[in-house]
């Protein structure tokens, strides 16, 4: 292959580097205003009045709203969420009121002017206190919410959705277990830190259509979920996304783009721009949500896993209408990359008083498998086995069943091969090393797995047009939030129709008018789905030059082959067509003229996926499934809990690395992202639900000098057949299992269990003093 | 445009960064002559401002809103190192990058080498200052511990007056200072170690480019087994940075024993008031400002040549 498996540059570098690349935040509309939140300073209370009246007198302010001017709902799977806050605020930061203004310095001095009369309410700030049944309600009308069939929210309780797992027969599982072991793990919530803050920018035209601007992620949930709960018919609404600077789940689903809308049309038609600071994106938007896991497995002495009850709980925080689908994927997929014959799961999204969670780059994944890959460990270290032969001896491998009854197909992944990868580059089976009296180096490994989490009729399509010199565009729905999918298309069209990728431009903009359908950029899917789509339209392009080339080299189609673009007919090279001669009709020298502008197009969605049975979450929920492993040397100060990760190896199935070098970028950076959620990210509150560290100075995020000085990526390629070019997606993956690769080297130096994130230095040396 | 003062919201405000939203008189004197007359006039009121690193931050978030900022980054007089027989002199808007690269320092004062190198990134040190950094007064300051160790001293210079601060004296709380408000720092003088003595930073943060959360300076000079001269001073452990006295004249002529080493670092622990707060735990800080003590301590002696 000329294209496909190639390391070439992502062909939005130039654009990106010199700075010339647009984002939201960039545009600027004529008459355009401004608009600042006002947020709510209780985790729960009573909005009993808001007086705006001096706000409304400062000069430059157009309009103030506040949540009783917007009587609607939204949400992507439950219709769950005020545009502002109505009767009740949810958690410190939801928005009480905005105001519009035609400068921020104007919005900003009318928001503290704003007096809003709250009565305070006990609030819920332990997902395990809101599943007690006197619990208050975070939404006392949780019964009336619309919501997607696949979802079970249970009202009169805090619980958003249930989903529930059953296979074999867990008691007689546990019956022929030798050795049982209990484990409870927690996580906290954390944010998703984008480069680029929420931002976006609405308009209510005169006529009744609406235009958006806006940093995100799935242009086309934005319009439907608007049309839906607006009333307005799709065709009214169009919706413009540049380059993302980076999304990571935060900018998926729907956020603030309801609220610019309406804002402007209540400030006179006129285009409004929110842009979120810093502080109010930890704040304001949406988080990772929190998660609290329970796990029991039974095991023989031999090693195999016999059954296992598991219980994971996730924080949803004060809204879930993406949430839920978080608590289904990791319902679904609980048991990590093993192979569980009785299985009992149950997975639950909870409301509480905290910010409300969304999509989190591998979401429910990256919460369980900390669980899942430390209670591996653990189990291991009870029966007395090394902990790469027991995962081995477990592997889910082809053939086997998944938790929802699922038999791996036969081209499925291997994770054996991931796990053995690790444990030969890490340099598995030595003990730890004391290196000083108090420095001990240990290695440590975890493996993970992941499907998209996405509804069987997800769907993408591609169109691709043949340009009158000869060149292409391709048009796809997949925004570019910094992972690299368009180049790799580029790559795909490239090889399909023979021509350079320098003569294949992706268009740098989604624009719901113009751009393809796709559902969302979400959850590993588009380079595997809007792979296939862009094969389907390539081949549909040259189907319809083969078509015009036939009649004017007088041969059959299936004579022609294409080449350097060139169409020429199979041994005789001297009988072709410059592709250009052929893209808008091609003209004989007596002006006569045949065929016409060339546009392939090509959809996909998935096959045979199924929705999963309510009572025992049986069935087909899963595109592909990525398996991978992960394995760190750390070195670890005893005495201030300190460690360094010296050493760190990922290997992954991706079936076929379409561009090796953009694979092993998104793997680098995911784990770097994975040390920094595993060893620091954390949301901090007072007693008062009230977040403390709302900033970059106390929220720590991993920084260049954080990095491991070494890091060894493996590619692995067992194709998967129905996968373009036998490709899977690793987007997400690339960020699981590296905390629970960290946590089990600290407890093979140590021998002390750390359950609960994050490990910063200071709760490890905490761990190692209770210990001691 | 009105104060903050709205206490309902003002959780929420205090800790958004904001376009600076009051308006303030902006002064670029060119001489420290014209910059001293304009503290003179207009006295706090005005706030100094070089590197802007710690002061825009607090402007932003409004926890400070100055009515005139008096930037010292046009005084060419002021941006200076010059390195004579009794040790090395450093203008007030010299940035800290620029000191963390010069010979000498690297050379002769370690320990303010490595607090230099470990401080935030090379962007923030690319404009911030060293003076700045003293000035602004946080107990976790990295340039302070190493300038108490190393005995630095202050020059201090109002429109009719120059006097003199031992670095000592110059901390008296949180972003409070020993200075007049008609006072601008403008030169850190740095005299030598003695010969053969070996000094060192170290510090604790959360992840590579932090705050401390505990740092420490220590300087050593041995008679061969027995301590000559010791100085030992910890940032982000009390109100201020300080020099723990108690320790120093306890092991003054004395050889590092283990024994003596467990001692001082239970002098150290009695010493710091440490606290809680969204960075660390008050008990964190203790221990490890004791492990802290003793690397410090034994990597100075290790430099020695091991005893």
């Known amino acids: 292959m000329k294209y496909v498996g190639k390391s070439i540059q992502r062909i939005d570098a130039f654009e990106k580097v010199t700075g010339s690349a647009e984002y939201a935040g960039d545009i600027e509309l004529p008459g355009m205003l401004y608009t600042k939140l006002l947020l709510s300073p209780y985790a729960h209370a009573k909005i009993k009045s808001i007086d705006f009246s001096d706000a409304l007198k400062v000069p430059g302010v157009i309009t103030i709203a506040i949540g009783e001017d917007f009587p609607f709902r939204i949400g992507l799977y439950v219709n769950d969420r005020n545009i502002l806050a109505r009767k009740k605020v949810r958690w410190v930061g939801e928005p009480v009121a905005a105001v519009v203004a035609e400068n921020l310095e104007a919005a900003e001095e009318a928001i503290e002017l704003i007096k809003v009369d709250y009565e305070p309410l006990p609030p819920v700030l332990d997902v395990r206190d809101a599943l007690k049944p006197d619990a208050p309600l975070v939404h006392e009308e949780l019964g009336e919410y619309a919501h997607s069939p696949a979802f079970n929210p249970i009202p009169g309780t805090n619980i958003a959705n249930r989903f529930v797992v059953k296979k074999g027969n867990v008691e007689e599982g546990f019956k022929k277990s030798d050795v049982i072991v209990e484990n409870e793990f927690l996580m906290p919530q954390v944010s998703h830190v984008p480069m680029e803050p929420h931002t976006c920018i609405g308009q209510y035209m005169k006529d009744g259509s609406i235009k958006i601007w806006t940093s995100a992620q799935s242009p086309f949930a934005i319009r439907y979920i608007l049309g839906y709960s607006l009333g307005v018919p799709l065709h009214k609404i169009s919706v413009y996304v540049p380059y993302v600077g980076g999304g990571f789940g935060g900018k998926a689903g729907i956020n603030f783009e309801p609220l610019v809308v309406l804002l402007s049309k209540k400030a006179g038609y006129r285009p409004v721009k929110l842009e979120l600071t810093r502080e109010e994106q930890f704040m304001v938007a949406p988080v990772r949500q929190g998660f609290y896991g329970k796990i029991k497995t039974g095991v023989t002495r031999d090693g195999k896993i016999m059954a296992e009850k598991i219980l994971y709980v996730f924080d949803a925080g004060a809204y879930a209408d993406y949430g839920v689908n978080i608590g289904r994927a990791a319902g679904y997929s609980c048991t990590g990359p093993y192979y569980v014959p009785n299985l009992e799961g149950e997975s639950l999204t909870v409301y509480t008083n905290h910010p409300w969670g969304t999509a989190f780059r591998g979401f429910g994944h990256f919460e369980f498998l900390w669980a899942i890959e430390r209670q591996m460990e653990i189990v291991a270290a009870e029966i007395g086995m090394d902990p790469i032969e027991f995962r081995l001896k477990n592997a889910l491998l082809p053939g086997l069943t998944t938790p929802t009854g699922e038999k791996l197909r036969e081209d499925a992944g291997r994770i054996d091969q991931c796990i053995k990868a690790v444990a030969e580059k890490i340099g598995w089976g030595t003990p730890p090393v004391k290196i000083t009296p108090n420095k001990i180096r240990a290695k440590g490994i975890a493996a993970l797995w992941k499907a998209p989490a996405m509804p069987p009729n997800a769907a993408s399509s591609a169109i691709i047009k043949l340009n009158e010199d000869g060149t292409f565009l391709l048009s796809v729905g997949v925004t570019e939030i910094g992972q690299g999918t368009v180049t790799a298309l580029a790559q795909i069209v490239a090889e399909e129709l023979s021509v350079p990728v320098e003569k294949i431009k992706v268009v740098p903009f989604r624009h719901t008018d113009l751009t393809p359908y796709s559902w969302q950029t979400v959850a590993s899917r588009n380079l595997f789905m809007e792979g296939r789509a862009v094969i389907r339209a390539a081949r549909d392009v040259k189907e319809q030059i083969l078509e015009v080339a036939s009649q004017v080299l007088r041969v059959p189609k299936d004579d022609l082959e294409i080449e350097d673009e060139k169409v020429y007919v199979k041994g005789r090279p001297e009988w072709s067509l410059q592709l250009k001669d052929i893209a808008a009709g091609y003209v004989y020298p007596n002006g006569n003229t045949i065929g016409g502008p060339i546009i392939g197009r090509g959809y996909y969605v998935g096959s045979r996926l199924t929705y999963l049975d309510p009572e025992t979450g049986q069935g087909y929920p899963a595109l592909k499934w990525t398996f991978g492993a992960q394995a760190v040397e750390i070195e670890l100060d005893t005495e201030t809990g300190e460690i360094k990760i010296l050493k760190l190896v990922s290997a992954f199935d991706v079936g076929k690395a379409i561009n090796p070098m953009l694979v092993e970028g998104q793997i680098v950076g995911g784990c770097v992202q994975s040390i920094s959620l595993g060893m620091w990210e954390e949301y901090k509150y007072d007693k008062n639900g009230r977040m403390i560290n709302p900033n970059l100075t106390d929220y720590k995020i991993a920084r260049a000098g954080d990095i491991p000085e070494e890091h060894i990526v493996v590619i692995i390629e067992n194709p998967q057949k129905d996968g373009p070019y036998g490709a899977r997606g690793v987007g997400e993956l690339s960020m699981l299992s590296v905390p629970p690769a960290i946590a089990n080297a600290i407890f093979h130096a140590t021998g002390v269990n750390i359950n609960n994130l994050p490990l910063s230095f200071e709760n490890i040396w905490k761990a190692l003093k209770e210990k001691r | ?307």
């Open chain 2, 1 to 307: 445009m009105s104060q903050n003062k709205n206490i309902n919201l003002g959780y929420i405000n205090l800790f958004n960064t904001h376009i600076i939203p009051v308006k303030f008189n902006y002064h670029a004197p060119q001489t420290l002559e014209e910059a001293l007359n304009l503290l003179n006039k207009l006295k706090d009121k005005a706030r100094v401002i070089a590197g802007g690193t710690d002061l825009i931050v607090d402007m932003k978030l409004r926890r400070k809103e100055p009515e005139h900022v008096v930037s010292l980054n046009k005084i060419r007089e002021l941006d200076y190192i010059t390195v004579d027989s009794l040790g090395v002199k450093i203008g007030a808007i010299v940035k800290l990058r620029k000191i963390e690269k010069e010979k000498i320092i690297r050379e002769r004062f370690p320990a303010l080498y490595e607090a230099l190198k470990s401080m935030a990134s090379i962007q923030v040190r690319n404009m911030g200052t060293m003076v700045g950094n003293i000035c602004n007064a946080s107990p976790a300051a990295d340039t302070a511990p190493p300038l108490l160790i190393y005995n630095a001293t202050l020059t201090a210079k109002s429109l009719n007056n120059e006097r003199k601060i031992p670095i000592e004296e110059f901390f008296k709380a949180p972003g409070k200072t020993a200075l007049k408000e008609d006072e601008l720092v403008t030169e850190i003088f740095i005299p030598y170690p003695p010969q053969d003595s070996h000094s060192t930073f170290l510090k604790i943060t959360r992840v590579g480019m932090d705050l401390s959360k505990v740092s420490i300076a220590v300087l050593t000079k041995f008679n061969g087994s027995i301590i000559e001269d010791i100085r030992i001073a910890l940032g982000a452990v009390a109100p201020t940075p300080l020099r723990i006295r108690r320790a120093e004249e306890f092991l003054k002529n004395k050889p590092l024993t283990e024994e003596n080493l467990k001692i001082v670092q239970e002098i150290v622990a009695k010493e710091i008031k440490p606290i809680t707060d969204v960075r660390s735990t008050e008990w964190y800080r203790r221990e490890v400002a004791k492990v802290l003590v003793k690397d410090a301590l034994m990597k100075c002696l290790e430099e020695e040549g091991g005893r």
